[in-house]
Antibody, heavy 119, light 107 residues
Framework: EVQLVESGGGLVQPGGSLRLSCAAS????????MHWVRQAPGKGLVWVSR????????SYADSVKGRFTISRDNAKNTLYLQMNSLRVEDTAVYYC????????????WGQGTLVTVSS | DIQMTQSPSSLSASVGDRVTITCRAS??????LNWYQQTPGKAPNLLIY???SLQSGVPSRFSGSGSGTDFTLTISSLQPEDFATYYC?????????FGQGTKLEIK
């Protein structure tokens, strides 16, 4: 069974840092591109970042570019999101998601981890 | 960035109704359009990919159509478990974008 389990969320002050992890199991992790998607409380889904299979190619939404870094460790079957210079507007549930290699749809999602940025 | 606009933002309907949700892209995205369903407190669930392909395990009352810039999601006969929020998402550009969502509520 494919499973994606996020961790690392919590309460952090504005300007602080947090690293999210997404542990993958039930499938061969290394060939898949992976993404982070977030959802602010009561709001819609917003794409954050993606990484290719070997980790050498990444993309970011303009709202997080220069502050967030996506990475992966294929030996540990784990995806990461390093979040620096956090802002109140970064408060959201963060989901990791796997992308199908053909049409690039999100076929599996984690349960999400809540990041709250507040003083 | 490609903007995705869904309509309506909310919709009230009854069990057994046929409903249609529309999604419009700011530029052509061919068939790179996916639909998700989300219930409160849960992760989104893929319904339709490539505009009209039904994801495995999704009931056949869900269908998708369209190409280019205009797409629709249709639920042929609403069931109680279908009251949720629906999102479209384009995967044509590597800067993926979602529609703002359509909340489907019980009338």
């Amino acid at each position: 069974e494919v499973q994606l389990v996020e961790s690392g969320g919590g309460l952090v002050q504005p300007g602080g840092s947090l690293r999210l992890s997404c542990a993958a199991s039930g499938f061969t992790f290394s060939p898949y591109w992976m993404h982070w998607v977030r959802q602010a409380p009561g709001k819609g889904l917003v794409w954050v970042s993606r990484i290719n299979s070997d980790g050498r190619s990444t993309s970011y939404a303009d709202s997080v570019k220069g502050r967030f870094t996506i990475s992966r460790d294929n030996a540990k079957n784990t995806l990461y999101l390093q979040m620096n210079s956090l802002r109140v507007e970064d408060t959201a549930v963060y989901y990791c998601a796997r992308v199908d290699s053909g049409w690039d749809y999100f076929d599996y999602w984690g349960q999400g981890t809540l990041v709250t940025v507040s003083s | 960035d490609i903007q995705m606009t869904q309509s309506p933002s909310s919709l009230s309907a009854s069990v057994g109704d046929r409903v249609t949700i529309t999604c419009r892209a700011s530029q052509s995205i061919n068939n790179y359009l996916n639909w998700y369903q989300q219930t409160p407190g849960k992760a989104p669930n893929l319904l339709i990919y490539a505009a009209s392909s039904l994801q495995s395990g999704v009931p056949s009352r869900f269908s998708g159509s369209g190409s280019g810039t205009d797409f629709t999601l249709t639920i042929s006969s609403l069931q109680p478990e279908d009251f949720a929020t629906y999102y479209c998402q384009q995967s044509y550009s590597t800067l993926y974008t979602f529609g703002q969502g359509t909340k489907l509520e019980i009338k």
